[in-house]
């Protein structure tokens, strides 16, 4: 269905952001509505000509590349704004701690003019895949999943990802009731830098560790993890972000890194008889948290793998035809975060976020598209009815 005009509900929420389009004349403003708008109502692949489908005629496809293509209004400045005031309406927690979790994930690409994508395969018997990566922080408490920053990552630059997610960290304002932030991430991000910079902001920190690193005293991860005895190892519970129980088979000591100082470091595999090579390495500055507690922090980092789903599956995130210029593809991966972003603060307040089940993005847009048809039955309706009431008193 073609809508006639921007849902009231969404012109009043998005009115603060007027001002990040000083061009009036090219109606930017009005055109990045309808884009986020479009991108929650879109049940296809999500690209521009699908897009403009549903706008107003007054609205062509050269329209939108416009403003696209845009150099005057700054796309990171206006997501950053949106994220603040998006933690700053929902429901905080009880115990008022923020998650802060970092994951990359793959957008496969076709064609030649991409300028930030690359080849290159996730597995040793995996295909070759060709797409761009993209940086991806959410905060997280309770069931709650909030994208704060966003970044495609260069290829040609080295080190990019550790780079981006510390410039992230570094960015990042949690919001006035927050106090204590814990950041978690896999291996990859385990950099000493990385690590150096969460303690300067006096936070707390659980991340993957790569058998390459070495402890103060010597003593070389990957022999520990490879030659140490399976009777040291006993049985810990730990809870995932859904409530359900896992258990695994750790060990447990206190270490010290160089720089880092006192951690905690955790041996941590499936089942008993598992091999040395399936063994996960863990470090932690919460010395005095139990191992259930530091194991359950570090399993929500499967909370950013639900938000990749969620981008991609509902709202289209790296299906937009882009190419040449990098910031058009920052913008192409911003615009369905933003989209992200809208609905939260339109259903934000709602007693379904407040409660301990959590929401899905999924049933967030399905709200979302059936409150803009009942709106346009609603003022379809009013139009007809004005129409019969002229009639009927020029009869």
């Given at each position: 269905m073609q809508l006639r005009r921007i849902p009231e509900r969404v012109e009043k929420c998005l009115a603060s952001y007027r001002s990040y389009f000083n061009k009036a004349q090219a109606e930017h403003y009005r055109v990045w509505c309808w884009i986020l708008v479009t991108i929650i109502m879109s049940q296809g692949a999500g690209r521009l000509k699908e897009l403009v489908?549903?706008?107003?005629?007054?609205?062509?496809?050269?329209?939108?590349?416009?403003?696209?293509?845009?150099?005057?209004?700054?796309?990171?400045?206006?997501?950053?704004?949106?994220?603040?005031?998006?933690?700053?309406?929902?429901?905080?927690?009880?115990?008022?701690?923020?998650?802060?979790?970092?994951?990359?994930?793959?957008?496969e690409k076709t064609?030649?003019?991409?300028?930030?994508?690359?080849?290159?395969?996730?597995?040793?018997?995996?295909?070759?895949?060709f797409g761009q990566s993209v940086l991806v922080m959410i905060?997280?408490?309770g069931r709650l999943r909030i994208p704060v920053a966003?970044?495609?990552?260069?290829?040609?630059?080295?080190?990019?990802?550790?780079?981006?997610?510390?410039?992230?960290?570094?960015?990042?304002?949690?919001?006035?009731?927050?106090?204590?932030?814990?950041?978690?991430?896999?291996?990859?991000?385990?950099?000493?830098?990385?690590?150096?910079?969460?303690?300067?902001?006096?936070?707390?920190?659980?991340?993957?560790?790569?058998?390459?690193?070495?402890?103060?005293?010597?003593?070389?991860?990957?022999?520990?993890?490879?030659?140490?005895?399976?009777?040291?190892?006993?049985?810990?519970?730990?809870?995932?972000?859904?409530?359900?129980?896992?258990?695994?088979?750790?060990?447990?000591?206190?270490?010290?890194?160089n720089l880092l100082g006192d951690v905690t470091i955790i041996l941590s595999k499936r089942h008993f008889n598992d091999a040395p090579k399936n063994i996960k390495l863990i470090v932690t500055n919460l010395n005095e948290a139990s191992t259930g507690e530091i194991l359950s922090y570090y399993a929500k980092r499967w909370q950013v793998e639900v938000t990749f789903k969620e981008l991609k599956s509902g709202l289209h995130m790296g299906k937009m035809q882009v190419t040449k210029d990098p910031q058009r593809v920052e913008r192409s991966v911003m615009l369905p975060i933003m989209a992200y972003l809208l609905l939260l603060r339109?259903?934000?307040?709602?007693?379904?976020?407040?409660?301990?089940?959590?929401?899905?993005?999924?049933?967030?847009k399905e709200r979302f598209i059936d409150d803009v048809f009942q709106d346009h039955l609603f003022r379809s309706d009013q139009r007809w009815l004005r129409k019969f009431d002229k009639f009927k008193a020029a009869a």
């Open positions: 489908k549903y706008m107003p005629k007054s609205l062509a496809y050269w329209t939108i590349l416009r403003m696209m293509r845009a150099k005057y209004w700054d796309e990171k400045d206006l997501f950053d704004i949106m994220v603040g005031d998006t933690l700053a309406i929902l429901t905080p927690p009880q115990d008022r701690i923020i998650h802060i979790i970092g994951d990359t994930t793959r957008n064609g030649k003019k991409q300028p930030l994508a690359y080849t290159t395969k996730m597995g040793k018997f995996e295909p070759f895949l905060a997280h408490w966003v970044a495609v990552i260069d290829p040609k630059i080295r080190g990019h990802q550790n780079k981006l997610f510390r410039q992230m960290l570094t960015d990042f304002k949690p919001p006035v009731w927050c106090k204590r932030v814990i950041v978690e991430a896999d291996a990859g991000f385990a950099a000493k830098e990385t690590l150096r910079l969460i303690l300067s902001f006096k936070w707390d920190y659980v991340f993957s560790l790569a058998r390459t690193w070495k402890l103060a005293d010597g003593t070389h991860l990957s022999n520990l993890a490879k030659h140490l005895p399976r009777k040291y190892y006993h049985r810990v519970a730990s809870y995932k972000p859904n409530g359900r129980r896992r258990d695994y088979w750790i060990y447990r000591r206190s270490a010290k890194l339109l259903y934000g307040k709602d007693d379904s976020l407040k409660q301990e089940q959590g929401f899905s993005i999924f049933k967030l």
